[in-house]
């Protein structure tokens, strides 16, 4: 006679038998579990969710809140709906600011733009001397402060104590580059050189992909340096370009740290409180006591800078289609 197992629950049967309904049973709960959500990596991630919450998400949609409303010096806070988004696109303070800005980008942008390909084109041909210390050297600025930076180069700019000032009487010349009327340029220049280097990295970062190979054959085909970088290099250089536009118009755009430490520095006033729109929010909130309309300045900035960056970004993926 044959021993047999006894398993509680089971008719008695031998081991034999028993050991298919084991295993069916074992991938019945496999597939069970295949369907059940895994949380293992939002484990991992709610620290960031919950700051990201917090600093970011919670902000923006109390500003949002805030702008429907008016404080009054009789009857307290009072909800006026979209009055202050009506005031603020008849606000003429707040459409010259944005101008400002705008001119700003148009012009600065390119340059830099413009300066760090060259830069990461330079790196990349191979033909530089010292590209360890020029690639250090240009990077940089981007690591001091805007603050620091703005504050340098404002005692460079100064017509009386700074190195403009030692030039004008080594030269007998009268050159004030604080002047209202290339102030604009004085600060795209501090902006030009912070960024450009930041810039060139992303630009050597992409070219670095290409294999070299690529450069082999078109030597061996009998084409020239030129026409390596413009049948080659530029075409590889689209993606980022568009990456490094859209970072920079959300920069410029946000344009503050520079003006408002050179406020003090520019003699009469040629730094008004509006002089970009990110001042004049910030002037609005913390001296004019209006911070539900500088909440509506702000998200309509946003508002703003989103669709520019968005219709840059429609346009870069249009190109690469083709």
């Given at each position: ?36 959500a895994d949380w293992r990596g939002w484990k991992f991630m709610w620290p960031f969710a919950v700051v990201f919450v ?269």
């Amino acid at each position: 006679m044959s021993e047999q197992t006894v398993v509680p629950g089971l008719r008695p049967q031998s081991a034999t038998g028993l050991l298919p309904e084991l295993a069916a049973s074992h991938t019945s709960e496999a597939r069970v579990n295949k369907h059940k959500a895994d949380w293992r990596g939002w484990k991992f991630m709610w620290p960031f969710a919950v700051v990201f919450v917090f600093v970011f998400i919670v902000p923006i949609v109390y500003a949002i809140y805030i702008s429907f409303f008016k404080k009054q010096m009789v009857g307290g806070t009072k909800f006026v709906g979209v009055e202050n988004y009506t005031r603020l696109f008849v606000d003429q303070q707040f459409w010259s600011s944005v101008g400002r800005v705008a001119l700003f980008t148009v012009v600065q942008v390119p340059i830099m733009l413009f300066l760090a390909a060259a830069m990461a084109l330079a790196l990349d041909s191979m033909k530089l001397h010292g590209t360890k210390f020029f690639r250090i050297s240009t990077f940089l600025p981007y690591a001091v402060p805007a603050v620091v930076s703005t504050m340098i180069w404002g005692f460079v700019y100064g017509a009386k104590y700074g190195l403009v000032g030692s030039l004008n009487d080594f030269l007998g010349t009268d050159i004030d580059v604080l002047k209202p009327s290339v102030l604009l340029a004085s600060i795209g220049n501090i902006n030009t050189w912070e960024f450009t280097g930041y810039n060139m990295l992303i630009f050597y970062s992409s070219l670095s992909t290409i294999p070299h190979s690529l450069y082999e054959a078109a030597s061996i085909d009998g084409a020239s340096e030129w026409q390596i970088v413009k049948s080659i290099k530029l075409p590889e250089l689209k993606g980022s370009l568009a990456i490094t536009v859209i970072f920079s118009i959300i920069g410029s755009f946000q344009l503050f740290n520079e003006p408002s430490i050179l406020q003090n520095m520019v003699p009469g006033n040629a730094i008004t409180t509006y002089y970009t729109p990110n001042m004049y929010a910030y002037n609005l909130s913390f001296t004019g006591n209006q911070s539900n309309y500088a909440a509506a300045l702000a998200i309509t900035m946003a508002v703003i800078t989103m669709g520019i960056a968005y219709a840059v970004q429609l346009n870069s993926m249009k190109e690469q289609m083709k």
